[in-house]
Antibody, heavy 119, light 108 residues
Framework: QVQLQESGPGLVKPSETLSLTCNVS????????WSWIRQPPGKGLEWIGY???????NYNPSLKSRVTISVDTSKNHFSLKLSSVTAADTAVYYC?????????????WGQGTLVTVSS | EIVLTQSPGTLSLSPGERATLSCRAS???????LAWYQQKPGQAPRLLIH???SRATGIPDRFSGSGSGTDFTLTISRLEPEDFAVYHC?????????FGHGTKVEIK
């Protein structure tokens, strides 16, 4: 059974960089696409971007200038960096696995981690 | 990007009743790459339906998805107590993948 677990600071100061890691267990990170998705409190879901195990990426145009997603296959994890954060970036951040190629539904999700942007 | 509009925003029903949730896309969804997720408070979304009408592994058959093009529907034939939750639709055929804002199914 594949399991995903997000980790990282729960509090980030405005203008700084949010950094999260998603550890994948119970299966290999290889041969799949992996996404970051976020959900501001009380709001809907927003796709941030995906990465293939080979390292190719695609980002949401609304966040592209501030987002970097990377992968470390030796550690079976992938990471998110979001720069120049503001209060609008406060959200629960989820990592997830695409079932097929990038055109795949998210069949496995992490439990989510709340990141608050505040001084 | 494709905008997904879910209706109604809130659906108040009793256990045993039928729930019909709508998801309308601003343009045609590629090859019916449309998914439905269930989300309970404090939990991650759970995949229910993919490809507009295929149930995910382990999902009870009271959940069904239908539709094509721009109009999609999630039907829960008889609501069980554990079905009261928020339901999100997602299109994943066109970049960027987008989600609707969700429909809350609450106990009447």
């Amino acid at each position: 059974q594949v399991q995903l677990q997000e980790s990282g600071p729960g509090l980030v100061k405005p203008s700084e960089t949010l950094s999260l890691t998603c550890n994948v267990s119970g299966g290999s990170i290889s041969s799949y696409y992996w996404s970051w998705i976020r959900q501001p409190p009380g709001k809907g879901l927003e796709w941030i971007g995906y990465i293939y195990y080979s390292g190719s990426t695609n980002y949401n145009p609304s966040l592209k200038s501030r987002v970097t997603i990377s992968v470390d296959t030796s550690k079976n994890h992938f990471s998110l960096k979001l720069s120049s954060v503001t209060a609008a970036d406060t959200a629960v951040y989820y990592c997830g696995r695409h079932a097929g190629g990038w055109r795949g539904e998210i069949d496995y999700w992490g439990q989510g981690t709340l990141v608050t942007v505040s001084s | 990007e494709i905008v997904l509009t879910q209706s109604p925003g809130t659906l108040s029903l009793s256990p045993g009743e039928r729930a019909t949730l709508s998801c309308r896309a601003s343009q045609s969804v590629n090859s019916n790459y449309l998914a439905w997720y269930q989300q309970k408070p404090g939990q991650a979304p759970r995949l229910l339906i993919h490809g507009a009408s295929s149930r995910a592994t382990g999902i009870p058959d009271r959940f069904s998805g239908s539709g094509s093009g721009t109009d999609f529907t999630l039907t829960i034939s008889r609501l069980e107590p554990e079905d009261f939750a928020v339901y999100h639709c997602q299109q994943y055929g066109t970049l960027p993948p987008t989600f609707g804002h969700g429909t809350k199914v609450e106990i009447k």
